[in-house]
């Protein structure tokens, strides 16, 4: 079956510090999707990014990005010199392809708190 | 383009009131989805409609939640009667179709405390 995993439950770090959100997953099948929302304060889920299976290469998005390796099922997503409105909970979730129209699984998330 | 919405925002009811929860999707979009989501927990899918069919309910505690989705496209979930536990945030999200692939978009949910 498939898990996410954000073993990360709190995180706070002050203004302009980087820091990486990890995201562990398991699944048994050979496509799948992975996503990262945030969750501020409001409440609503912001889409962040999408990535399949067979793309492995790293993506940058302003001060964003989002290292994907197979070999140890990780999806991280990294904040370059953090802002306050940064502060938020993360998920990171997967989807399979393969094992019909399964739903998008999320971890538990990690919450940021960017400190000025 | 307008996002999902949903209303109300808040409520408040005490235990063994009926509750229900109303949501647009994104125009346009054929699927929608009602989520629940605990405290410091992930979202946890409850129903996925595409257009007017439910095609995945199987985590809909039938009991006592209902949804329905007449026209295909806007949609009601409601709780009759409520219980203390589901005191929770109920989200709605919408996609496209109804793909592993599709990205899913989310409204602000809704926050319904039980007393």
């Known amino acids: 079956a498939q898990k996410v995993t954000q073993a990360q439950t709190e995180i706070s770090v002050v203004e302009k510090e980087d820091v990486t959100l990890d995201c562990v997953y398991e699944t048994r099948d050979t496509t799948y999707y992975l996503f990262w929302y945030k969750q501020p304060p409001s409440g609503e889920l912001v889409f962040l990014i999408r990535r399949n299976s067979f793309d492995e290469q790293n993506e940058i998005s302003g001060r964003y990005s989002w290292n994907f390796q197979k070999s140890t099922s990780s999806f991280n997503f990294t904040i370059t010199a953090s802002q306050v409105v940064d502060s938020a909970v993360y998920f990171c979730a997967l989807s399979e392809v393969n094992s019909g129209n399964t739903p998008l699984v999320f971890g538990k998330g990690t919450r940021l708190s960017v400190i000025a | 383009e307008a996002g999902v919405v949903q209303s109300p925002r808040y409520k408040i009811i005490e235990k063994k009131q009926p509750v229900a929860f109303w949501c647009n999707p994104i125009s346009g979009h054929n699927t929608l989805y009602w989520y629940l989501q605990n405290l410091g927990q992930g979202p946890e899918l409850l129903i996925r409609?595409?257009?007017?069919?439910?095609?995945?309910d199987s985590q809909l505690p039938k009991d006592r939640f209902s949804a329905e989705r007449l026209k295909g496209v806007d949609s009601t979930l409601k709780i009759q009667p409520a219980e203390l536990g589901d005191s929770a945030v109920y989200l709605c999200?919408?996609?496209?179709?109804?793909?592993?692939?599709?990205?899913?978009?989310f409204g602000p949910g809704t926050r319904l405390t039980v007393l």
């Open positions: 999200a919408s996609s496209l179709e109804g793909t592993s692939t599709d990205t899913q978009y």
């Open positions: 409609y595409e257009n007017e069919e439910a095609v995945d």
